[in-house]
């Protein structure tokens, strides 16, 4: 079936320093793509998507880009806040089913001033 | 601004209590979700509505039971918690057209006492 996979956290950077996390997907048809945040105690807020191939999707300097050669989404970030510290997940959305998610296990970002 | 609102924030019950965590939505959106996430876990889902058509998911548990009475609201009822059903409950919506993303609620932190 499909799945997500992430780079494993905590990703731990000081303030301004430049962001990878990586994604990768297995899909079978052709899935978008999508990153959220989760803040401490909070539920979760897309932060950008990308519905096809060459696609990049960008939001609050993040930025991600499709590439279905290599079935990744990385997220990338290149000055880094502390107040981005958070948890992202990278998650696809199967090209049939009502919208339905599949996670990656989630990162955590530590950013420290 | 249209939102997905969940109360409580934080929900404290006994052992075998049977418990109902709520959802709101003022998007008019056609599916809600229902997420369990444990600590540093991602969300794993329970189940969802599209409309008023239920669909379970083949792993959750029988003690987690849901209602849609309307669009707008729906409820994740626990029939007898156990101590391992302590999490946070997230509840989404989506509109089910391809490639849009799910929004999501704040969620409920549940305690088992």
């Known amino acids: 079936g499909d799945s997500v996979t992430q780079m494993e956290g905590p990703v731990t950077l000081s303030e301004e320093a430049f962001l990878t996390i990586n994604c990768t997907y297995t899909?079978?048809?052709?899935?978008?793509l999508f990153w959220y945040v989760q803040y401490p105690g909070e539920g979760l807020q897309l932060l950008l998507k990308?519905?096809?191939?060459?696609d990049k999707g960008s939001n609050k300097g993040f930025e991600a880009t499709y590439r279905k050669e290599t079935t990744s989404f990385h997220l990338e970030k290149g000055s880094v806040q502390v107040s981005d510290s958070a948890v992202y997940f990278c998650?696809?959305?199967?090209?049939?089913?009502?919208?339905?998610?599949?996670f990656g296990a989630g990162t955590r970002l530590a950013v420290h001033p | 601004d249209a939102m997905v609102i969940q109360n409580p924030r934080y929900q404290v019950t006994q052992f075998g209590k049977p418990v109902t965590l709520s959802c709101s939505q003022t998007?008019?959106?056609?599916?809600m979700y229902w997420y369990q996430q444990k600590s540093s876990q991602a969300p794993k889902l329970l189940f969802h509505?599209?409309?008023?058509?239920?669909?379970n998911e083949a792993d959750t548990p029988d003690n987690f039971q849901s209602r849609r009475p309307n669009t707008s609201f729906c409820f994740l009822d626990i029939r007898s918690p156990g101590l391992g059903d302590a999490a946070m409950y997230l509840c989404?919506?989506?509109?089910?057209?391809?490639?849009?993303?799910?929004?999501f609620g704040d969620g409920t932190r549940l305690s088992i006492l």
């Open positions: 509505y599209y409309d008023k058509d239920f669909n």
């Open positions: 899909a079978t048809g052709y899935p978008s």
């Open positions: 998007l008019n959106h056609n599916v």
């Open positions: 998650a696809l959305s199967e090209s049939g089913g009502y919208n339905k998610l599949i």
């Open positions: 989404a919506t989506a509109t089910g057209i391809p490639n849009q993303p799910q929004h």
């Open positions: 990308a519905t096809k191939a060459d």
